[in-house]
């Protein structure tokens, strides 16, 4: 398989009939396309040939001058106005006025701009990125299940997953997220793995590929694992990291503690919880071990996964919004387990890590104060935006096992880092930081992107991407997953 899979490379992947040229949309018959046109977009040649981003993609030394500096590392602090040394990729100092000796560094002006750890989303079907908001009312029963998990995805071919991951990574990126999981439950066939892990290597997003199970007689999972990780995750210095995903299997759990990988565990609930509880007593549970969404958990699964070690991921706004059950921010928190964030899926709702983070402060506030006005005492603390903004970024780098290397801008970690712009309409003047971020922001204010000190988003374009080639390519596979899968849908509906 080459290194770029494009919808023409597969013939039986993708097929562009006329009419998509013509964006016909064609009502009572199903969404063959869209009524719509792709935007315009400015080029990325002309972005690669500002100067000041030329100078900063060749340089060893970067220096981000003069911003707002929210370090989330207690022993660095926080600073009005500081700097950030990055050399190698790596953070290097982090003060106010540093003044780069020896080698010249490219500097970066951050005026007005909030420096702080990228944000980190601990659970997303990536390959679901050209369904985004297909889905835009539905539940996870009967609507997600029957129509993104079954019907939708049993005909993605592996040009599909690779057009679905790139446009959702790439949109990650642009909206300052910097790591991320990517729970992939499209696993077809080998070529379906190869196509999506691809796409996360061309994105340049710092990613776990949990590597979860597919349909069809070209279905290797789980034993695909071993060939993926020999070809793709031969070291543990790169973007991409491996993990199992899994449902909660005894066999499954088993498999990964022989191979030495950590799982990551989706659908965790009361319902699947007694499944949970026997891995637990069989000391299968292990450390680093994620599992995501854990509603209405009894306090002895909420003892298992604390004390073996195990972290949680809560898609807050997905939960309240599909379904799924009260998400479980204050059981968390009550049984001692610090959560993280996601996004799960944009099936139905936005992956930006604002949205995410507004839903988990608005709903852990609003029932702790209708506790109050009930007259209930004793009651836990309201979570602040500092402590949301530790949720989607310290906890996150726990969750996904990176906190040595990311999640607090500390020297020696890596250089993921957001800048954004709080001199926008939507945020001046600046009163207070977290604050602004957690619940003024959107991802318009995302200005500047570094992931592992390399430039990827820069003065609110991405960098190196060739954009209208990656719009063509998911709308081409979307239209051909749609008319395949013969889903009927509608613009307006």
């Known amino acids: 398989m080459s290194d770029r899979i494009d919808a023409d490379a597969n013939r039986n992947a993708v097929t562009t009939p006329a009419a998509s040229r013509r964006h016909v949309l064609q009502a009572g018959a199903g969404l063959a396309t869209l009524g719509v046109g792709l935007p315009v977009f400015g080029s990325a040649a002309q972005a690669q040939g500002d100067a000041e981003l030329t100078r900063l993609l060749a340089a060893r030394r970067i220096l981000i001058k003069g911003g707002v500096v ?7 602090g926080d600073f009005a106005q500081a700097d950030v040394l990055i050399e190698d990729g790596k953070i290097k100092e982090v003060r106010p006025n540093i003044a780069a000796a020896g080698e010249a560094a490219a500097l970066v002006d951050a005026t007005n701009r909030i420096v702080m750890p990228g944000f980190i989303d601990t659970h997303h079907h990536f390959y679901q990125g ?33 057009a679905g991951t790139l446009v959702s990574a790439l949109g990650m990126i642009d909206m300052g997220t910097t790591t991320a999981v990517d729970t992939s439950q499209v696993n077809h ?11 996360l290597q061309e994105s340049g997003l710092r990613v776990v590929y949990a ?13 695909d694992i071993i060939r993926l990780r020999k070809t793709y995750f031969t070291s543990d210095d790169q973007l991409l990291t491996l993990a199992l995903g899994v449902g909660l299997d005894r066999r499954l759990f088993t498999s990964a503690r022989e191979i030495g990988l950590r799982i990551v565990s989706h659908g965790v609930n009361n319902n699947t919880e007694r499944t949970l509880i026997e891995l637990g007593r069989a000391g299968l549970m292990k450390p680093g071990d994620e599992y995501i969404h854990c509603t209405h958990l009894s306090g002895e699964a909420w003892g298992l996964i604390k004390d073996s070690g195990g972290h949680v991921s809560l898609a807050v706004a997905i939960e309240m919004a599909m379904g799924h059950g009260m998400p479980p921010i204050q059981d968390a928190l009550d049984h001692g387990v610090r959560p993280s964030l996601s996004s799960d899926v944009d099936v139905t709702m936005a992956q930006d890590p604002f949205t995410v983070m507004r839903a988990a402060f608005t709903l852990q506030r609003l ?17 602040t935006t500092r402590d949301v903004l530790e949720l989607a970024i310290i906890e996150g780098s726990r969750c996904t096992n990176l906190g040595d290397k990311v999640g607090t801008l500390t020297p020696g970690k890596e250089a993921d880092i957001v800048m954004l712009a709080a001199d926008r309409i939507n945020v001046w003047p600046l009163n207070n930081v977290p604050g602004a ?13 570094f992931i592992a000190g390399k430039a990827r988003k820069w003065r609110g374009s991405l960098v190196g991407v060739d954009l209208p080639r990656v719009l063509r390519l998911a709308q081409e596979a979307r239209d051909g997953v749609v008319r395949r899968a013969g889903f009927n849908a509608s613009l307006f509906g």
Do not use: C, F, W
Not at 70 to 76: F, I, K, N
Not at 190 to 196: L, N, R, V, Y
Not at 437 to 449: A, E, G, R, Y
């Open 70 to 76: 929210l370090s989330l590392d207690r022993a660095v």
């Open 130 to 162: 050209i369904l985004r908001n297909i889905l835009s009312n539905g539940l996870l029963n009967p609507d997600y299940n029957r129509d993104i998990s079954t019907t939708l995805t049993t005909p993605y071919t592996a040009a599909d997953v690779y």
């Open 189 to 199: 066939t080998p070529e379906h793995s190869d196509a999506g892990i691809r796409a």
């Open 211 to 223: 590597y979860s199970r597919g349909t069809g007689d070209g279905a290797q999972y789980p034993q």
């Open 367 to 383: 029932n702790v104060l209708q506790r109050a006005r009930k007259g209930e005492q004793n009651l836990p603390p309201l979570l």
């Open 437 to 449: 971020v957690v619940n003024l922001m959107n991802p318009m204010n995302v200005d500047t992107v």
